[in-house]
């Protein structure tokens, strides 16, 4: 059966111009690669190149002074930078011990319902989100008629727009941007150590912060980074839980735009907050360096 077959087989593979490579070319691997590059040059290089440079003009140069001066920008700016630090500590916190629990818990039950918590964020759409919060937090709801009752605020009172409400709203949004990569830190840590720590007259307390939490320090870092990044930016939950007594540099750029039309000055703002995201993302970079990572035991 294999005779009639060897002649047609070794006439195709001489009739072949050339053999496949396992490596393309140059010029196919730029072709392959130039939707994405275009995409890359249109959608985010030109953007951020024409952003600085019509803030490097006297008209840019102006607003961005005035951004910086006035009270109620700069007020907008401290506290876009404070509350999105504070969300970032508690999110990291909190985070850690959500991703610690799903590797550790044995309960196939418990994990399931950690992994539902932890991702019911991502299934649900912004508005929802905070609508949901809305109605928990609004005067007359349910935990401002739990606290009434227990005698903790007064029935007048409401926990809705107010700072406070901002950063429950950003923290729960934010929690699986802290969960997940820390979950993947604390995967990487032997936890033999841990069992080795305690032999050696550790609690367990003691083992976890001296073994566990150095050799995540990179992935805990790596975190709040990430975190901190996307809250600068958080546009919705400050206008729908904050209202217009707390707002945030993302919600100033859009009265900028939209009811002032002052298009200098939401340029010069937004430039603010990308320095101020790029000076977070080069100080992580910077203290990662100086920490072990989980793979340094």
Request: glycine letters at 10%; hydrophobic letters at 55%.
């Amino acid at each position: 059966m294999t005779g009639p077959l060897t002649g047609p087989l070794s006439a195709l593979r001489a009739a072949r111009p050339g053999r496949w490579q396992a490596q393309s070319s140059a010029g196919v691997g730029l072709v392959l690669t130039a939707p994405a590059l275009i995409l890359v040059g249109g959608l985010v290089a030109y953007p951020l190149t024409s952003l600085v440079i019509d803030t490097l003009e006297p008209e840019g140069r102006a607003a961005l002074v005035s951004v910086l001066t006035a009270g109620a920008s700069r007020q907008a700016l401290l506290r876009t930078l404070w509350v999105s630090f504070e969300v970032t500590v508690l999110a990291v916190v909190l985070g850690a011990f959500m991703a610690w629990a799903l590797c550790t818990v044995r309960s196939r039950l418990w994990r399931v319902v950690l992994w539902i918590a932890v991702l019911a964020p991502f299934w649900m759409s912004v508005v929802v989100k905070n609508y949901a919060f809305v109605l928990i937090l609004r005067q007359g709801g349910p935990l401002n008629r739990l606290l009434v009752a227990l005698g903790l605020m007064d029935a007048q009172q409401s926990l809705l727009y107010t700072e406070g409400s901002v950063i429950v709203g950003m923290l729960y949004a934010m929690l699986p941007y802290a969960v997940l990569p820390l979950f993947a830190t604390f995967s990487g840590v032997d936890r033999s150590l841990i069992g080795a720590a305690e032999t050696l007259g550790a609690g367990r307390a003691r083992a976890i912060t001296s073994v566990v939490l150095p050799l995540a320090a990179r992935g805990i870092v790596a975190a709040a980074t990430l975190v901190y990044v996307i809250c600068l930016g958080f546009y919705v939950t400050p206008v729908v839980l904050g209202g217009p007594g707390t707002p945030f540099v993302a919600t100033m750029i859009g009265s900028y735009v939209f009811e002032y039309f002052d298009m200098p000055g939401a340029k010069a703002f937004a430039l603010v907050i990308l320095l101020a995201a790029l000076a977070a993302v080069v100080a992580g970079q910077a203290l990662s360096r100086l920490l072990p990572s989980a793979g340094d035991r």
